[in-house]
């Protein structure tokens, strides 16, 4: 690849990420790539990262031995209160530097803990508070252990966090961007602009941008994930003005190109996204939910403000609260199953009714793995979009025989939050 | 941690995964948490992970490097046709060794790709037949790239695998598994059995069992995730009963100790266990949510086989619903407000009537960033069960002011479970 971290010359930085249970294989190192993407929008190269366990000697060595190549260390996990946790100590150790109480991070952690059974008088939580004499602190606003910013010797700099990715996320955006910005950048910097994609697959958009995956400046690279893919458009430039202008040409190629299927940008959700679509119209939304159980109310209630235009819904798993609370008729039941698109809509339309709703979704389907049969296997999901002046759209999905239970479940969320999405679209009010 | 990973005097294997799309943070490096897994289970220690992009020099330089100080290491990466795909020859240029084309791996190859499109006058796609002379050949089920097992120097051995998932995997299972085990397995294995708690922190936890925390075999290590904590305890043995004798003592210890908190073992969640504990009991539950927004329901139906103890749930996110549906008197939600312990005690309640089950449980609260105020803040959440023979449990729970939306509703889930389960405890039928 012709990308600017295989240049050689370019001098070291790198990331450690300290914890026995990533040797183990307990858990999948997803810090490692969470930094890695954001030291790539900060313009950082990095070209090496390593796993160590929790072994004071190993961190110490690995440390020593990075100073020597690197002039940027990044690492997470071990700052913890545990006898595990020894990556403060290992790091000063091996610099031959000693730790030092900060008494107002012991006042901090004490308020901070104030609701909880925590003991204040175990040294093991207050060893959280001690760091070398000349290190800045990285305050943790979500948690209790704190990091730091420590150059133990010249030309060589370590940011330390703690390996839950909350508290390694909100520390980073509060103090390391910055921090990183202003001793690390070499004035250019990487600006990337994401293009979110629904309905359509990685190989049918790779399919027909391969002239635009070749580029350098700026640089496409798909992601995919279940059920959506993302394009990230990345220029180089020296500021944001200038990095718009890279990128222009290539996102308004990609807007014309699959124009309905990129449903937003950046941070943006199908959630999100649609939430704002109905507060610009002032309606209201509610959904009867059977196989996904909930977990299409919990997407749209993930956001904040959604109460403003999210009423309720009704999660009718069995057949008995379908009939009760959505009054489906038992004999339509009987005569086309559950799972049926007469059912779905019917719901659908009930639901609206019910809950008093310009729009309701309702979803039926068999999330496996029991349950299925040859008629109606596992993954067959039937979908009702009821809306104003008596509008229904219907949607028959089969998922593939590959999907798991929560593949289904969440594919089955992300088919209607889009359906609604594109129904919108074309219904402009 | 005492394991056995962290003692210093054990011979050295390694992993390197070799992608610069890895340093770009464009894919998660779940090959390195594979492997550690499988090596953890032929009871094979490696002490250190490392990653580089594709770079001859850089991926050359870092093979040698490991040489020095290991004995054994599995590299994943860069095997393939294109021009990034350096990792053979970089490690044979290396260690000065020549590669020689295998003419039966070419006629191999041919023969995979003869339905494809492939040109087979491309020199990059026969690149992937040539080894160090003696090099023993990895073969591919899966796909064309073959790997290697190469000792260049003595005492150190290198296995190369590709980075596509099901290729690696496949070609560990066909010949890596029975290669380590005859070579470098001393009959040992290690066999691991967690155990789950819920309602304790992982300090509190920690306190109380410094002296297993320091145990060797088995050794003990604890796991913190949002609301909710993990002990692997972890033995070294022949076979998996002389394992699971080694582990009995130290879990009873823990059982005594922790009694309640511990919820269940491996594979179990709050949800799978509340579950199965209502099948015994043959009763039923239903939810009323309210700030969770559909994430209590959608946890319980995450489950296969939910759908036998779970009716459903009314998700009422407006004080419209929480009246038209839940019949909560209008003057009551005036009096107390939607979040407090009166109107969450008659959701549940009228949760549990109108949807005809034997448990209810009923959640509302402030899971901001808006909505707080001076009495009632952000993080304010209340909760009321209701059981057979007029059963009532109320809680009132204040979450810390670090905690955002979505950790206080997924907080808010955990302690709707983790409380239901401590009732069918103590009310055993």
Not at 18 to 26: A, P
Not at 75 to 90: C, N
Not at 117 to 137: E, H, M, T, V
Not at 236 to 261: D, G, H, M, T
Request: charged letters at 20%; proline letters at 4%.
């Amino acid at each position: 690849m012709n990308h600017q971290l295989n240049d050689p010359n370019l001098k070291g930085v790198e990331i450690l990420s300290i914890g026995t249970e990533l040797l183990l294989g307990n858990i999948v190192n997803t810090n490692a790539q969470w930094i890695s993407e954001e030291l790539s929008s900060l313009g950082i190269n990095h070209f090496r990262q390593s796993t160590v366990g929790d072994n004071g000697n190993r961190i110490g060595n690995l440390v020593k031995e990075i100073s020597l190549r690197s002039n940027l260390l990044i690492t997470t996990g071990g700052l913890g209160p545990t006898p595990d946790d020894l990556t403060t100590e290992a790091i000063a150790k091996s610099f031959n530097a000693s730790l030092f109480e900060r008494a107002y991070l012991w006042d901090q952690m004490k308020k901070k803990l104030s609701n909880s059974s925590a003991n204040f008088d175990n040294p093991s939580l207050r060893k959280q508070c001690f760091f070398p004499k000349d290190a800045l602190i990285i305050n943790n606003p979500r948690g209790t252990a704190p990091g730091m910013i420590w150059a133990p010797i010249k030309g060589f700099t370590i940011l330390t966090f703690p390996g839950v990715p909350s508290e390694l996320k909100a520390m980073w955006k509060e103090t390391a961007v910055s921090y990183l910005k202003n001793n690390f950048s070499d004035g250019y910097a990487f600006f990337s602009n994401i293009l979110k994609f629904s309905g359509i697959g990685e190989s049918s958009i790779s399919d027909k941008i391969g002239h635009l995956l070749k580029l350098k400046n700026p640089t496409v690279a798909p992601y995919a994930n279940l059920g959506e893919v993302k394009l990230r458009i990345t220029a180089r430039s020296k500021n944001e003005l200038e990095a718009r202008n890279i990128i222009k040409p290539v996102k308004e190629e990609l807007q014309k190109e699959f124009a309905k299927f990129i449903y937003g940008e950046n941070d943006d959700n199908l959630s999100s996204v649609l939430i704002n679509e109905l507060l610009k119209r002032k309606e209201s939304l509610v959904f009867a939910e059977s196989c996904t159980g909930g977990l299409l109310s919990s997407y749209i209630t993930s956001i904040a403000g959604s109460s403003k235009v999210f009423k309720g819904s009704i999660i009718a798993y069995s057949n008995e609260i379908k009939q009760s609370l959505l009054n489906i008729p038992d004999d339509l039941i009987k005569k086309f199953g559950a799972v049926s698109q007469e059912v779905a809509e019917i719901m659908a339309i009930n639901a609206k009714e019910k809950l008093n709703s310009d729009w309701s979704i309702a979803i039926s389907g068999i999330a496996g793995p029991a349950g299925g049969s040859k008629e109606k296997p596992v993954g067959l999901v039937y979908i009702s979009i009821a809306g104003p002046n008596d509008h229904i759209t219907n949607i028959k999905k089969m998922f593939s025989l590959t999907r798991n239970r929560t593949e289904i479940q969440k594919l089955s969320v992300n088919v209607c939050l889009n359906s609604l999405r594109l129904i919108l679209l074309s219904n402009s009010k």
